[in-house]
């Protein structure tokens, strides 16, 4: 098993796994998310490929919806 930290909390993973199998652990979609492993954007064309191993940090970014809360504010 691998701790790995994600979005502060330790988390533990089948020895080496990527950055697909982390959200896909996390029943996250891919083309909701960047990704930062060890404070580097990795490209979502290399999540499948970006390796994950014993105490990289990784930081997932959700994309958000947003706007004016009241009618007319904009």
């Known amino acids: 098993m691998a ?4 979005n502060g909390k ?3 993973f089948e020895g080496v796994t990527t950055i697909n199998k982390v959200l896909e ?9 960047n ?11 290399k999540f499948e490929e970006t390796k994950v191993t ?3 940090k990784v ?3 959700m994309f958000m919806g ?3 809360c009241q009618p007319k504010c904009c």
């Open 54 to 56: 014993e105490n990289d």
């Open 25 to 33: 652990e996390l029943n996250m979609k891919p083309e909701m998310v």
């Open 10 to 12: 330790a988390r533990e």
């Open 3 to 6: 701790t790995v930290y994600v």
């Open 35 to 45: 990704v930062q492993v060890n404070q580097e954007m990795v490209d979502k064309g």
């Open 59 to 61: 930081e997932i970014l």
């Open 66 to 68: 947003g706007g004016c």
